[in-house]
T-cell receptor
């Protein structure tokens, strides 16, 4: 069965510092998509970044970047220059290419210390 | 990406009653997804709703308890029936983006059953 594991229930970082959130997944598929979503206290799920498995280049969106290690089935999120507005729950999600269902990790609560 | 309007944003309901949650999308989408998020937990898929066909329910969720309507390509409703305090959760609708550019979520409905 396909699973997504986020081993860090909570992380904290000083404002302006860099933090990395970890995510590993288990699949036998070769073609799939990976996502990081942010959920602030407002409940809105916001797409942070996505990665196609067939692309070797790591995705980057401004201060957010991923370290995608396909062989290790690892998909970590790096947040640079952390800001107070980054405080939220972060969910890693996996989607096989053959269907539309997302498989979610348990989430990591990110705390930003001013 | 699509914009979803989800209503109501929150409600407090008496046990034994029903609540209908609505999601309106600003563009036509084939598939809509309904999730439940219990306090402090990750997202659990309730069902997938395609226009013109019966919704597909995940294990542990049944149509009698969570009937879904999908009358057209821009609208869907989820009803939580015969509510009990265990149904207190956040309910979210979601649509898949074109070209697999992630998924868009409604703002969620926080349901409290007393």
């Amino acid at each position: 069965a396909q699973t997504v594991t986020q081993s860090q229930p909570e992380m904290s970082v000083q404002e302006a510092e860099t933090v990395t959130l970890s995510c590993t997944y288990d699949t036998s598929e070769s073609d799939y998509y990976l996502f990081w979503y942010k959920q602030p206290p407002s409940r809105q799920m916001i797409l942070v970044i996505r990665q196609e498995a067939y692309k070797q280049q790591n995705a980057t969106e401004n201060r957010f970047s991923v370290n995608f290690q396909k062989a290790a089935k690892s998909f970590s999120l790096k947040i640079s220059d952390s800001q107070l507005g980054d405080a939220a729950m972060y969910f890693c999600a996996y989607r096989p290419a053959i269907n539309y269902q997302l498989i979610w990790g348990a989430g990591t609560k990110l705390i930003i210390k001013p | 990406s699509a914009v979803i309007s989800q209503k109501p944003s929150r409600d407090i309901c008496q046990r034994g009653t029903s609540l209908t949650i609505q999601c309106q999308v600003d563009s036509q989408v084939t598939m809509m997804f309904w999730y439940r998020q219990q306090p402090g937990q990750s997202l659990t898929l309730i069902a997938t709703a395609n226009q013109g066909s019966e919704a597909t329910y995940e294990s542990g969720f049944v149509i009698d308890k969570f009937p879904i309507s999908r009358p057209n390509l821009t609208f869907s409703t989820l009803t939580v029936s015969n509510m009990s305090p265990e149904d207190s959760s956040i309910y979210l609708c979601s649509v898949s983006g074109q070209g697999d550019y992630g998924y868009t979520f409604g703002s969620g409905t926080r349901l409290t059953v007393v």
